[in-house]
């Protein structure tokens, strides 16, 4: 598929997307949301896909945010209405996704750009990197999950503190704050979500599909994982991927899924 405002490849099982509008520091308006909606869902129906890949072009910005001046002069409905329609065509189809996916933070991921890689399932960061969450500079609050899912990956108390302050932390201490799990140099950036990659591709898709959704279902309101988790786990049980598994475990080899 021919897309404007990203670029997506897919090689070795692993489908690479590229926000690509570096002249506005891949800020995301509507139409790149809506692209790479459509990657990502069109991603995870290619079961050669095992891995997505999400990064930023050029060496500056992974995403510097909601394009602001796309929102500048929208009413109360229709600042709502972009909340809402972004977090569902993108930053909640992400997170649950059975495909797993890899934010290489490249450069600034600030408001929706953070949003973005909190998103993924893995983020690392390039040691360029600035993350932070400046919306309340702008008189408006995150709007594409991240009161929510800064505080659970970092906590309440480190997420007000980012929040309210609209500062950035840079790539280390984006680490030892725990919102990024490694942190390398630019030019190893892509090479280490490789390697990542290849780590998850030896797995079972069908088990960490089911891992996803057990592990997200303990941050909904009301779900209990331990639930689902009992649930899922046995409904691994027969599966041709579960056979495998545990028949190479037996005959001492590798499994092939
Ligand atoms: N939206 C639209 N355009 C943006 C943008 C954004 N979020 N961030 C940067 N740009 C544009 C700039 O307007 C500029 O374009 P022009 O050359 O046409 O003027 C270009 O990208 C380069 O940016 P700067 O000249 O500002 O670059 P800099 O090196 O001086 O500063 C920066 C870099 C600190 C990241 C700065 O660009 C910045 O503060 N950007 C905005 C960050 C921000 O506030 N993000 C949150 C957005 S709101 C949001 O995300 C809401 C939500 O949760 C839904």
Known sequence: MNYENILSEHKDGICYLTINRSKQLNALNGATILELS???????????????????AETKAFVAGADIKEFASFTISEGEKLARKGQELLF???????????????????????ELAMSCHIRIASDNAKMGLPEVSLGVI??????????????????????????????????????????????????????????????????????????NAGFIDGVDGFEVEKKEFGNCFGTPEFIEGTTAFMEKRKANF
């Open 38 to 56: 459509n990657a990502i869902k069109s991603a995870e129906k290619d079961k050669l896909v095992r891995c997505i890949i999400l990064t930023g």
């Open 92 to 114: 909640d189809l992400l997170e649950n996704i059975s495909t797993p996916s890899i934010a290489a933070i490249n450069g600034f991921a600030l408001g929706g750009g953070l």
């Open 142 to 215: 995150p709007g594409y999950g991240g009161t929510q899912r800064l505080a659970n990956l970092v906590g309440k108390g480190k997420a007000m503190e980012m929040i309210t302050t609209a500062g950035m932390l840079t790539a280390s201490e984006a680490q030892k704050w725990g919102l990024v799990n490694h942190v390398c140099s630019q030019t190893e950036l892509i090479p280490l979500a490789e390697k990542i990659a290849e780590k998850i591709k030896r797995n079972s898709p069908m088990a960490i599909g089911k891992a996803i959704k057990t592990v």
